[in-house]
């Protein structure tokens, strides 16, 4: 296995579900960790780790309005089991300069989803 750190990706706006799926597997080797807080009833969510595109640290937090507003669905999966299931989708925010990276922009353009199971 190669595990030297990469050169800097190009900044790239994507969403390619094999962003997803890798973000999946970090998350199973806690290589992005989430953290739920519950103050008052309100929700929020920090997502912390690699980001599965540029491996680099990115920290995204998700407050009740975000949740509810626009990032999320609600509801089972289909054929799955009946839980709720919260999905976010993160974007990376790493903050690391990236080719081609429109001003203002602080990751490498990848959005993944996360699926929060709550349960
Ligand atoms: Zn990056
Ligand atoms: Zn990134």
Redesign the pocket.
């Known amino acids: 296995m190669v595990d030297a750190p990469a050169p800097?990706v190009e900044y790239l706006e994507t969403a390619d579900f094999e962003w997803t799926e890798r973000a999946f597997a970090l998350l199973e080797r806690n290589a992005i960790v989430i953290t739920p807080h519950f103050v008052d009833g309100i929700i929020s969510i920090v997502i912390s780790g690699s980001?599965p595109r540029?491996?680099?640290e990115?920290v995204e937090r998700f407050v009740d309005t975000v949740i509810t507003g626009v990032d999320v669905k609600r509801g089972p999966a289909d054929g799955g089991d009946p839980g709720d299931v919260l999905e976010v989708d993160v974007t990376?925010r790493?903050g690391?300069p990236?080719d081609h990276a429109p001003e203002n922009v602080a990751?490498?353009g990848v959005s993944f989803r996360i699926a929060l199971e709550d349960s």
Do not use: I
């Open positions: 800097a980001c540029c491996s680099h990115t990376c790493c690391v990236h990751g490498c």
